[in-house]
């Protein structure tokens, strides 16, 4: 059973760019969340999923950041118009059910130049 | 609003020694912890959690302990080992709102 597959590992994208970030969640896990961690900081919460919904965005920057999970494919989170600050290390994790112990994926690695 | 805090950003512990890692959190509410490892260029690997209704889990070299008046848990690893090298992350859920919020870290080292 494969683990949680996020790709592309490092992305560089200039600044006014776009960026696509894509999470294959566990097999038989339809829950996948979003997290961000900034140099030298613990991982911030960015937005919770299930298939086809939006749960808690709470975490999310109200522009330029989107997120989905659609019936087919992994979830993808976009990022439009980079700018410097959003370099960081994005982490997926996907559960069976909400509230138990997430996986993880390694992580993207944004860097924006 | 650092919900949940580490406050020491590193240990060094002797091989064979204990390792003692601590967390502190601020919501009343939380009633979910969680402990993960995490090495470098890698994704965090869940260790153990505990639900508030208890105040001890164990599993293996690992034990995490809850105080719950205190707000206070407490990660143990006995004996510990050159491997258990990383940096750990304390998190910390409400079972509904199912997002972990995570502390800074503590980087571990434990030295051969």
């Known amino acids: 059973n494969a683990g949680v597959m996020q790709n592309p590992r490092h992305l560089v994208r200039r600044r006014g760019q776009e960026a696509r970030l894509r999470c294959s969640p566990m097999k038989g896990h339809s829950h996948v969340y979003w997290y961000r961690q900034l140099p030298e900081e613990g991982l911030k919460f960015m937005v919770y999923?299930?298939?086809?919904?939006?749960?808690?965005e709470s975490g999310m920057p109200k522009e330029r950041f989107s997120a989905e999970f659609p019936k087919e494919g992994p979830s993808i989170l976009r990022i439009q118009q980079v700018v410097r600050g959003d370099s960081a290390a994005y982490f997926c994790?996907?559960?069976?059910?909400?509230?138990?112990?997430?996986?993880f994926g390694q992580g993207t690695r944004l860097t924006v130049v | 609003d650092q919900q949940v805090k580490q406050n020491s950003p590193s240990l060094s512990v002797q091989e064979g020694r204990i390792s003692i890692l601590n967390c502190d959190y601020t919501?009343?509410?939380?009633?979910?912890f969680l402990w993960y490892k995490k090495y470098p260029a890698e994704g965090p690997t869940f260790l153990i959690s505990?639900?508030?209704?208890?105040d001890k889990n164990e599993d293996g070299r690992f034990t995490v302990f809850l105080n719950k008046s205190a707000k206070h848990l407490s990660l143990h690893i006995v004996p510990s080992q050159p491997g258990d090298s990383a940096v750990y992350f304390c998190a910390a859920s409400r079972v509904e709102g199912n997002k972990l919020v995570f502390g800074a870290g503590t980087i571990l080292r434990v030295k051969s």
């Open positions: 999923l299930q298939k086809e919904n939006i749960i808690d």
């Open positions: 505990i639900s508030s209704i208890k």
């Open positions: 919501n009343s509410m939380f009633d979910y």
């Open positions: 994790a996907s559960s069976p059910t909400g509230g138990t112990e997430a996986f």
